[in-house]
């Protein structure tokens, strides 16, 4: 079975990230895709430079944020395995996104509906997460997706005051 259709399963619920290889390759380039495809995102509402920052202080928060879920759990083992794993799907929910954030940003007050799909993915993005941390964490699914809810919230709260309060948003 190839890698993209582990990650679509994951997506799907289907599997969880210790069905991921173990392959420090595999975790590179996912976290190159991630990057990318979040500076592609980002890009709609500001110029590429701060996209980029934006991008690698995002990924810097995520990697920190499952390193220290995984270390306070004893579970450090599983980093590799969970980070490819919530990498890989969130850049597929981000590529599944783009043309609806795309049309939002350029048609502006005619998208409601799209503004509904987009949310839509955005609350399935935030139960794969959970998915992923409750096989990483072996704890209840509603565990994962608290987990996912809580570094939504506050990775929000960092990046809008490190982009947003500073003034950088173009």
Known sequence: MNVLNIFVE???????????PADNGLFKYVLGLYFAVNTLLTSLT???FFAMLQATAELGL??????AVLWFSHKMARFAQTATA??????LFTIASLP???????????????????????VWNLVVVGHILRHALSKPLSFGIGLSFLYVFFSYQILSFLFAVTGISS
């Open 62 to 67: 995520l990697l920190v944020f499952l390193w």
């Open 46 to 48: 500001t110029n590429l």
């Open 10 to 20: 994951i997506c799907l619920l289907m599997r969880g990230p210790q069905d991921t």
């Open 86 to 91: 919530i990498l890989a799907c969130g850049s």
């Open 100 to 122: 609806f954030f795309y049309w939002i940003e350029t048609h502006i007050g005619e998208s409601r509906m799209l503004s509904y799909t987009v949310m839509l993915l955005l």
